[in-house]
Each structure stands twice: as structure tokens, then as C-alpha cells.
């Protein structure tokens, strides 16, 4: 069985991780250095953590289950641990793109993350249906970066990624940078940020006197038709006449000219992760 040393197992990605790791055939070792932690593991997991040293002296892949800002300073302080040929699986692509790893061109460096359950699903389950972060009942898709080592480790990294992120439907293959984009440039900074102005807008429309419940209903509603028409999941479907005005009306309002090359820029995307890992 692979060996896989799993730090920040008690954490809440790191016990979602555990468990979907427990249906593998893979042998883990869980680390977890907080006492909260650790009884979180032991009561959700049913597995008791084993020291660092004892995990790391024997994986042949390491799963860094913790914070963004943490990652490069918890690799520095593993790496001369870690045996030539490691593989490092890392969950966000944040600190990899931000130089915050240590160099060692001889451990295999890879990011994953889920791209979670899509809006636009066939799950007829309750338990799948709620499970909006994925990596429980529903399904979802992921992304993965080989950012360095062989090619021969792409698939047993990618293998793992499924595993913990399970049930996974498609994987997609793509650059660090890429990543780096998609989050958090693409899912956060404006995917994120739109929809919390969705929700405000929902909040002035309740504030003006529409009834609560109606406000969310016509939205959501609306959002359905109006993200299948918009991304060629409707094809038949189109924007009426009213709606064309609205937003040809609505974008200078709402918008800057310039924001995609803002948000989207390679040094707005580095700065961006960079103060991820660097918080003030």
C-alpha cells in the first residue's frame, strides 16, 4: 500500500480527507498537532494521530491539509524529512504560486482542488442534493498541477486527489497558473464577490418591500435560466429584448471598462495570492 503522511488531519478538510482516505487502499498516518484537533479526529474518524517524525520518516506521499498561509512554512520545516522522490500534495494553488515553497528539486510538488458540486447536476439523492461543498455524498469535478517532478507521478497524485475528494466525476489537467486563476481570481474574486452582490441586491429588493421569501424564490429562480442561457447550457433559450436593454444599461453601472484586465492580470493574480499567504 502507498504510505501517505496526512498533516492537518484534524482540521475540517483534514477530517473530510480522512475519511474518504479510510475507503482507499492506502496506509496513512495522521498528523494533527492541536489537542481539539486530534479528539475531532478520534471522534469523527475513529483513529488516533502518530507523531510527525514517525509519519514523515516512512510516506512516500505527503498531504498538507492546512492553511494557505502555513503551507510554505510548514513544507520548510518538513523538507529535510522528506526523502528525494517524495510527492507533496497541496489543496490549494495560493503558496505554490506565490514562491512559498522550499526549493528542492527532487520532491515531487502538486496541487489539487475541487471545483465542488455543480449548479447544473443530475443528483436525485437528499443527502447529495445537500451537499453543497462536495466530497461527501455529491459529486463533483477537480482540477490537478503536476508544478514539478517526473511524469510517472502524475497518476498516483491524481489517484489520491480522487480518492480525497471523492465521488469525483471528470479531472482536469492543467498548469499551476491555471489553477491560480481559476481560484482566486475566477471563483473568488469574482465569483465570490458577485455573489454576496446578489445577495445585497436580495436585501435592498426585501428593504424596498418585497416579501423575503418572494425576493429569494424570483432570483434564484431567474439565476437558473439566466446561467444555462449564459454559459450555451440552454441553447434555445435567449435573453428577451427587456433583459438585452437592462444589461446594456445595467453594465456601466455595475461595471468598471477595465475590470477584467484588472482581475485577470498575471501581477494582479500574484498579488493577489500573495496576500493570501501574507496576510497583514
Same mark, same amino acid.
Given at each position: ?7 492537518? @488531519? ?8 480522512? *475519511?474518504?482516505? #479510510? ?14 484537533? #486530534? ?24 498531504? *498538507? ?10 513544507? +520548510?520545516?518538513?523538507?529535510? #524529512? *522528506?526523502?528525494?522522490?517524495?510527492? %507533496? ?8 504560486? @506565490? ?6 528539486? +527532487?520532491?515531487?510538488? =502538486?496541487?489539487?482542488?475541487? $471545483? ?13 442534493? /445537500?451537499?453543497? =461543498?462536495?466530497?461527501?455524498? @455529491?459529486?463533483?469535478?477537480?482540477? $490537478? ?9 502524475? @497518476?498516483?497524485?491524481?489517484?489520491? /486527489? ?5 465521488? %469525483?466525476?471528470?479531472?482536469?489537467? $492543467? ?25 445585497? /441586491? ?17 432570483? *434564484? ?9 449564459? =454559459?450555451?447550457? =440552454?441553447?434555445?433559450g435567449k435573453f428577451s429584448d427587456g433583459a438585452l436593454q437592462a444589461i446594456d444599461e445595467a453594465r456601466p453601472v455595475i461595471f468598471r +471598462? ?6 485577470? +492580470? ?10 493570501? $499567504?501574507?496576510?497583514?
Amino acid at each position: 500500500m502507498t504510505r501517505i503522511a496526512l498533516l492537518g @488531519a484534524g482540521g475540517k478538510m483534514g477530517v473530510r480527507l480522512s *475519511l474518504n482516505l #479510510q475507503r482507499a487502499d492506502y496506509d496513512v498516518a495522521h498528523v494533527e498537532i492541536s489537542a481539539e484537533g #486530534q479528539k475531532r479526529l478520534r471522534d469523527t474518524v475513529g483513529v488516533e494521530c502518530v507523531p510527525q517524525d514517525q509519519a514523515l520518516a516512512a510516506a512516500e506521499i505527503v498531504i *498538507l491539509a492546512v492553511p494557505d498561509r502555513l503551507i510554505g512554512k510548514v513544507l +520548510d520545516g518538513i523538507s529535510d #524529512q *522528506l526523502g528525494s522522490g517524495t510527492c %507533496v500534495i497541496m489543496l490549494d494553488a495560493a503558496a505554490p504560486h @506565490a514562491g512559498e515553497l522550499p526549493e528542492r528539486p +527532487d520532491l515531487t510538488y =502538486f496541487v489539487t482542488h475541487p $471545483c465542488h458540486p455543480p449548479i447544473f447536476n443530475d443528483e436525485t439523492d437528499p443527502a447529495a442534493k /445537500a451537499d453543497f =461543498f462536495g466530497g461527501v455524498k @455529491a459529486k463533483q469535478h477537480i482540477v $490537478c498541477a503536476l508544478m514539478q517532478g517526473p511524469e510517472e507521478h502524475y @497518476a498516483p497524485c491524481e489517484a489520491v /486527489a480522487r480518492t480525497i475528494y471523492a465521488p %469525483v466525476m471528470r479531472s482536469h489537467r $492543467c498548469t499551476l497558473e491555471a489553477i491560480a486563476i481559476m481560484e482566486p481570481a475566477l471563483s473568488e474574486t469574482v465569483g465570490a464577490t458577485l455573489a454576496l452582490a446578489l445577495r445585497e /441586491a436580495a436585501d435592498e429588493a426585501v428593504r424596498r418591500g418585497v416579501p423575503e421569501e418572494a425576493a429569494h424564490d424570483f432570483l *434564484l429562480g431567474h439565476l437558473n435560466i439566466e446561467l444555462a442561457i449564459a =454559459f450555451g447550457l =440552454f441553447p434555445e433559450g435567449k435573453f428577451s429584448d427587456g433583459a438585452l436593454q437592462a444589461i446594456d444599461e445595467a453594465r456601466p453601472v455595475i461595471f468598471r +471598462d477595465d475590470w477584467l484586465e484588472r482581475v485577470f +492580470d498575471p501581477e494582479a493574480v500574484l498579488a493577489s495570492v500573495k496576500r493570501i $499567504c501574507n496576510p497583514a
